[in-house]
């Protein structure tokens, strides 16, 4: 069956007649088997490996500002918004994985079979530019990294941030399942740099519980707001719906009624269990900073590398700046790696244009490392901490982009059939995403009208 067999859709009930049925990333769609029999933790094991690239992109440096903002600033009061913002993650991720498994198409390639050109233009310039923020805040951190570790300067660090580009195609070139355990080795230095500090900074136990309780004064105060939106726009990441729909079709499932359910279970499992990880080392990064630098009365510690400089002084461990570093290159690296499968995806599915995957990583890398270097070059470390921070607002601009279409699309029984979601999950997401368009509504009026 050929990349653009017209059968790989279960049938063409609720799609444009003309639409074109592609097999997302072509490459790999269908490559990894899944046993037919034996005990159920080897078809979980099967299909862990998606949840962990989706995950990454909830832990990526563009979180590293937001968290290390909201925790010194304001304590453990935003550990709730981190909570909310992970279970939203969950349950769109979900719907995202759904949709791909059930449909055969990934986000890009629905609104594409459902939307006119004019619609799918304009929604590919928006998931562009969250791509393009996401790819800004790899560099930045990418860079910050570089230059805490080897004393690399910050322009020379994004410069150089430029050539892992090509980790993508190395990887691939390996296999998918070789790019999974790539990613889920560097989630695990994170997670173990994250544990030593926890362990280190000793946070009291009943002030943590206490954070993750929602606050009315978050949505009061303006200033705590703009970070709790950043952290949501840090956490529930637009172009990660866009991956995920994709690359669950990896897994070789039946591809019927019976394969697709068992295929929903288990990837709705591994993307469940792949964000409590996250959902960790964002808690984790801002107890850190509440702990360390909020109780210290150092309020003001926005920026890695001022994070960096007073981490082990305050903790009194010698090498947790060093694992404060090292967990953040790893979060760059692994970010490239994502962020370049989402662009591809969203380019081949919203306009079926095919570039070559370096190609398309440079364009993208030296659109955001050419802000980098102007702000750099002006404004100091400081100015890339403001844009860290920016760019993870501008990332929540764009969410309801992707959001709303896939509620809309997943909630469709012409589309989706029996596995459409029930009425009261439909509820749910709606919910979810009226909450983000609203408080995206209000960041708006604070900024222009406040």
């Not at 989706?54 to 979180?63: A, E, H, I, K, L």
């Not at 364009?363 to 100015?383: F, K």
């Not at 009425?423 to 009026?445: C, R």
């Amino acid at each position: 069956m050929d990349a653009r067999s017209p059968h790989l859709a279960p049938d063409t009930a609720g799609w444009r007649a003309d639409a074109p049925v592609t097999k997302s990333l072509a490459e790999v769609n269908a490559t990894i088997a899944i046993p037919a029999a034996g005990h159920w933790a080897r078809r979980l094991l099967a299909f862990v490996g998606p949840g962990y690239l989706v995950s990454v992109g909830y832990m990526d440096p563009g979180n590293w500002a937001t968290d290390l903002a909201g925790g010194s600033k304001f304590g453990y009061t935003l550990l709730s918004v981190i909570l909310l913002s992970n279970l939203m993650a969950i349950l769109l991720q979900s719907l995202a994985a759904r949709l791909g498994i059930v449909t055969d198409r990934d986000l890009a390639q629905a609104c594409r079979a459902t939307y006119s050109p004019a619609v799918n233009f304009l929604l590919w310039l928006a998931c562009e530019a969250a791509i393009i923020a996401c790819d800004l805040a790899e560099v930045i951190g990418t860079a910050i990294a570089l230059k805490l570790l080897f004393g690399i300067p910050l322009i020379g660090g994004a410069l150089l941030a430029a050539l892992d580009a090509f980790l993508l195609l190395i990887l691939m070139n390996r296999g998918f399942r070789f790019l999974e355990a790539f990613v889920i080795a560097l989630l695990a230095v994170i997670a173990v740099c994250f544990a030593v500090q926890i362990v280190a900074a000793a946070p009291p136990v009943a002030e943590v519980l206490h954070g993750f309780v929602p606050k009315a004064e978050i949505f009061i105060n303006p200033e705590m707001l703009y970070i709790a939106i950043g952290i949501i726009g840090a956490t529930v990441m637009p172009h990660n719906l866009y991956l995920h729909s994709s690359i669950v079709q990896t897994r070789a499932y039946e591809r019927n009624d019976t394969g697709r359910r068992e295929a929903i279970k288990w990837a709705t499992t591994d993307s469940t269990i792949a964000l409590m990880l996250a959902l960790f080392i964002n808690a984790a990064i801002l107890v850190v900073a509440a702990a360390t630098f909020h109780k210290s009365g150092h309020s003001d510690v926005a920026e890695i590398g001022q994070a960096f400089e007073l981490l082990s002084p305050l903790l009194g461990l010698g090498i947790a700046s060093t694992l404060f570093a090292v967990a953040l290159l790893a979060s760059g690296l692994n970010s490239t790696v994502t962020a370049t499968l989402a662009g591809q995806i969203v380019m081949e599915g919203f306009l079926d244009l095919r570039l070559p995957s370096w190609a398309r990583r440079l364009l993208t890398r030296g659109i955001a490392i050419v802000p980098v270097i102007v702000v750099t070059a002006i404004y100091g470390e400081r100015g890339t901490a403001d844009l860290l921070v920016f760019s993870q607002v501008v990332l929540s601009m764009q969410l309801p982009f992707a959001v709303i279409p896939l509620v809309r699309f997943v909630s469709d029984r012409r589309k989706m059939g029996k596995f459409a979601i029930p009425t009261y999950v439909a509820a749910i997401a709606w919910i979810v995403a009226g909450v983000i368009v609203i408080l995206n509504l209000k960041l708006l009026a604070d900024t222009f009208f406040g």
